[in-house]
């Protein structure tokens, strides 16, 4: 229901100004590195359909996205997975016409589902098949409880291929905000998940550098008029 109100009213401020009202769908490849050292590499696929606005000097899009995703290192890649869902503005700098532009992207996306809840997260914050940390008196480990925040803005080349299609290619900075639950039990003993949610939630903001690569395509439903 909010995507729905930002949706309208930015329609509402940029009807009067557009030239073209077109929709617009995109596929693209997301790939997500830290930069500050916990070793964590994500990938993912992204799903987005929105609005394309096109004035004579720029192109402006407002668009719903969906991105299945997973862990690549730290554990089998995939092991862990996730569904991100969330809205994603693109400004493309130069006329829609012009073959290459420079574009700016934002994106905000908010976890919905994982199979990954409550399984363990090492020291390094990072997917394991194990808790890495048990030594020979007590267990500990942190368990995963989320990710409620994965934010980008990324910085990009958009070459039009033929008319309607698009090839974007850009990179930049990625932030993930990571949930986890923290527990130390003693051996032999196995943490119920009742009693793993009894644990307080600590955040880990994970700094990372983003690639994408991606395909879209911009199409209007109007027909074109013939002169006579």
Not at 115 to 129: E, G, K, L, V
Request: proline share 2%; hydrophobic share 35%.
């Amino acid at each position: 229901m909010r995507f729905l109100v930002i949706y309208t009213s930015f329609l509402s401020v940029f009807c009067f100004s557009q030239e073209k009202y077109k929709m617009i769908v995109e596929i693209s490849d997301n790939n997500s590195i830290d930069i500050i050292g916990t070793g964590n590499f994500f990938s993912g696929t992204n799903f987005s359909v929105g609005t394309q606005i096109d004035t004579k000097k720029s192109s402006f899009n407002l668009s719903g996205i969906y991105q299945f995703g997973g862990n690549w290192w730290g554990a089998p890649p995939y092991y862990m997975k996730y569904h991100l869902l969330g809205i994603k503005l693109k400004y493309r700098v130069l006329n829609i016409e012009r073959r290459v532009s420079p574009f700016f992207e934002i994106t905000g996306l908010t976890e919905v589902g994982t199979n990954y809840r409550d399984s363990y997260i090492s020291y390094s914050w990072r997917p394991t098949t194990y808790a890495s940390e048990f030594s020979n008196l007590s267990y500990s480990s942190r368990f995963y409880a989320g990710t409620p925040f994965v934010g980008n803005l990324l910085l990009g080349c958009d070459i039009r291929l033929v008319h309607g299609l698009h090839l974007n290619i850009s990179a930049g900075y990625g932030l993930r905000v990571m949930l986890t639950r923290y527990a130390i039990w003693s051996k032999g003993y196995m943490l119920s998940k009742e009693q793993i949610h009894e644990r307080s939630v600590s955040t880990k903001n994970l700094h990372m550098l983003d690639f994408q690569l991606g395909l879209s395509y911009a199409f209007s439903f109007k027909k074109k008029t013939k002169n006579i």
